[in-house]
């Protein structure tokens, strides 16, 4: 029986991605096994990129679990079957019986086929999906840890923006254009913006509901003719009633046909110059929302140590080719888990019930949702005025 | 003999100009005189848009220091001679006897010629600039307020950046853009995240120095052939050797003349996709960098607030027609006071001799002056899990 741990990134980064391996690495020496991290993902296991981490220190791990960004490398590698023997093989070299794939759609794919193929020829592996992603948009878990972070830097960015952008006494408009691909759960979080002070966003625009031209720039008139001080949150994914995207930067696909987003705000910032005002601007929030760290939130920090710390435990008492799901309760989260083949595939939207489509903005049953995610702030070291982060590629 | 107090703010905001009026309104409080803000900078003075606040409270008082973005809105209005009676009219309605103008370069020159034209009417006013602008450019003062804290946020997201941005194992450039209009300072402020772990920014470019296509080639092949992975930091404002700017965003200038800045990173991004790389990928840090109060320099934020409380002190002890200064001390940020004829008109460019233009790089003396500036994380309140902010327009 193999008997040691191996975890591996894959995908976008989080802020909190990190956490999750404190908590693999944290649960796993309590097991006494050796624990090895894969480097760049599953490109790292077939390279035989492997570094050992059962010996780290306690003052290293904290500050691992609070740095951003993929710490062990990320790829977007889609297995071919015949790598499943090399991956295997590498397994076998390091002694592997448990491996810990954090991810989020494609890799909880990976991470299910590659279970199946241990299966087939017999060697015995426990796999386990780690959730993560700032879309939000795995199924049958409550939510995916770094969605909290990402809302929380979102929010309190929109709040920062919607300051900033009308200090003058004229007309401006905008926007600000955000991440989630065909999911509109981080978008939705600019809601969370608004108080007493402030009223931003005016329009918010997820890529669940068909965008239409017209539409559109009805809604910014409106508002623009009530307030002359209009905020726009606008989904990167936004589609047309046709499904295709309303505005797509021209560029490549990753391999697993994910296209390369971004470009909306400069579109829409284009549309309304044309054909309302002219003072305009779009702000990109780019990679800078799922990295600032500096931001993260304590709840999602905490969560996401506790979906790696649990995917740990559940892998020693024989589980297999599952993901962990995180469950709300009324004391907080707690997680279960679900088999991959279930999440395989699939993709979680904004719901539709949530979704004030008249008004352009979501209902206080989606902020009751998203509320808790953002609570807290994560005690992110500081040396010399600064983060301090660390990484191991 | 005027006694009241009134204050404005103008100018582009930063993330602690509100920290300035919570120290003009603490001293004015101490010397019993009423103390009133002009909305929207010299304009809302015009429009006699005028709001008391001596009666603001402690609490209400410590959201105002941490919030970011002028709480009282601004304004790019040059004043026209004949506005000036207008102005002194108002003064006189609110027997206003001191007067604080909170702004960058033009805000100064506005402070100098209204102190100048009541003298010559024979209106009594003591007036006094109080410095603020994210691009450090005024000159006769150690540093500007706002300055830090925007330097720390671009330290600080560059470090996440970088972390974020070479997580796969393949080649990418990617660039920052980054404020500051015709002053490196911000810019240069990207080389603060250079750690033990982070080596970014590989290349910074300066609007002090003249920029070259060809030699920007030269310098990114170079570094891409080293490590395939090239982070570089870019000034808005980069010019060429004829101080033309590189790249300029169709659009209009403001009452001073200022042009609209922006689009440097995207022109640098399609200099790079062509010759060198296709992966590239540029950031605009936008106006996220002048208005992150959530991670504010708390050494900034108690500078801001002193030079607003001892801006009081001067006026009251009958200095007139002055900027307050910051000076740099072993102990720490003390202010003395500069003529506002000496400053007016006048901009401070990153200095020559900190800059290493064979590496693209800043020395270990610009560190040195950067670094203090940074230090400390200002007390911003949360929440619901978000930073509270407040403003009075």
Same mark, same amino acid.
């Given at each position: 029986m193999?008997?040691?741990?191996?975890?591996?990134?894959?995908g976008?980064?989080?802020?909190?991605?990190?956490a999750s =391996?404190y908590g693999?690495?944290?649960?796993a020496?309590?097991?006494?096994?050796?624990?090895?991290?894969a480097?760049?993902? %599953?490109e790292?296991?077939?390279?035989?990129?492997?570094?050992?981490?059962?010996?780290?220190d306690?003052?290293?791990?904290?500050?691992?679990?609070? $740095?951003?960004?993929?710490? /062990?490398?990320? =790829?977007?590698?889609?297995?071919?079957?015949?790598?499943? !023997?090399? *991956?295997?093989?590498?397994?076998?070299?390091?002694?592997?019986?448990?491996?810990?794939?954090? @991810?989020?759609?494609?890799?909880?794919?990976?991470?299910?086929?590659?279970?199946?193929?241990?299966?087939? *020829?017999?060697y015995?592996?426990?796999a386990?999906?780690?959730?993560?992603?700032?879309?939000?948009?795995l199924?049958?878990?409550d /939510? =995916?840890?770094?969605?909290?972070?990402?809302?929380?830097?979102?929010?309190?960015?929109?709040?920062?923006?919607?300051?900033?952008?009308?200090?003058?006494?004229?007309?401006?408009?905008?926007?600000?254009?955000?991440m989630g691909?065909?999911s509109?759960f981080?978008?939705a979080?600019?809601?969370?913006a608004?108080d007493?002070?402030?009223?931003s966003?005016?329009?918010?625009?997820?890529?669940e *509901?068909?965008?239409?031209?017209?539409?559109f720039?009805?809604d910014?008139?409106?508002?623009?003719?009530?307030?002359?001080?209009?905020f726009?949150?606008?989904?990167?994914?936004?589609?047309?009633?046709?499904?295709?995207?309303?505005?797509?930067?021209?560029?490549?696909?990753?391999?697993?046909?994910?296209?390369?987003?971004?470009?909306?705000?400069?579109?829409?910032?284009?549309l309304?110059?044309?054909?309302?005002?002219?003072? +305009?601007?779009?702000?990109?929030? $780019?990679i800078?929302?799922? =990295?600032?760290?500096?931001?993260?939130?304590?709840?999602?920090?905490?969560?996401?140590?506790? +979906?790696?710390?649990?995917?740990?435990?559940?892998?020693?008492?024989?589980?297999?080719?599952?993901?962990?799901? +995180?469950?709300?309760?009324?004391? @907080?989260f707690?997680?279960?888990? %679900?088999?991959?083949s279930?999440?395989?595939?699939?993709?979680?939207?904004?719901?539709?019930?949530?979704?004030?489509? !008249?008004?352009?903005?979501v209902t206080? !049953?989606?902020?009751?949702?998203?509320?808790?995610?953002?609570?807290?702030?994560?005690?992110?070291?500081? !040396?010399?005025?600064?983060?301090?982060?660390?990484?191991?590629?």
């Open positions: 193999h008997k040691n741990v191996l975890f591996a990134q894959s976008g980064p989080t802020a909190v991605i990190n =391996c693999i690495i944290k649960e020496k309590k097991a006494g096994a050796k624990i090895f991290a480097r760049y993902g %599953v790292g296991i077939l390279k035989d990129n492997i570094i050992e981490m059962t010996d780290i306690d003052a290293a791990l904290e500050i691992l679990r609070y $740095s951003p960004s993929s710490a /062990f490398g990320s =790829c977007r590698h889609k297995l071919k079957e015949e790598e499943f !023997e090399s *991956v295997l093989k590498v397994f076998d070299k390091y002694d592997i019986g448990y491996f810990f794939y954090i @991810g989020g759609n494609d890799s909880m794919t990976t991470a299910d086929r590659l279970s199946k193929y241990a299966l087939k *020829v017999g015995d592996i426990k386990v999906g780690i959730p993560k992603t700032i879309d939000n948009d199924p049958f878990t /939510f =995916c840890p770094g969605y909290g972070s990402a809302a929380k830097y979102v929010a309190s960015s929109v709040k920062e923006m919607a300051l900033d952008s009308d200090v003058y006494d004229k007309g401006i408009v905008t926007i600000v254009e955000i691909r065909d509109g981080l978008t979080a600019s809601a969370l608004k007493e002070v402030i009223d966003p005016h329009l918010i625009y997820l890529p *509901v068909p965008f239409d031209e017209n539409e720039l009805k910014v008139e409106r508002a623009y003719s009530r307030k002359k001080k209009v726009i949150a606008a989904s990167e994914g936004l589609k047309n009633k046709d499904g295709q995207y309303a505005y797509l930067r021209e560029g490549t696909a990753d391999a697993f046909s994910n296209l390369q987003m971004g470009g909306v705000g400069k579109y829409l910032e284009n309304v110059k044309a054909n309302i005002e002219k003072r +305009v601007k779009s702000v990109e929030l $780019s800078l929302q799922r =990295c600032a760290a500096h931001i993260a939130s304590r709840v999602d920090n905490d969560v996401a140590v506790m +979906v790696g710390a649990d995917g740990v435990k559940y892998a020693m008492e024989g589980l297999t080719d599952v993901m962990v799901a +995180v469950v709300r309760t009324e004391q @907080g707690k997680t279960s888990t %679900v088999p991959l279930e999440v395989a595939g699939k993709i979680k939207v904004f719901p539709a019930e949530w979704i004030d489509n !008249e008004n352009r903005q206080r !049953e989606a902020i009751d949702y998203m509320l808790p995610l953002v609570q807290g702030e994560a005690k992110v070291p500081y !040396e010399k005025g600064l983060p301090k982060y660390t990484r191991f590629i």
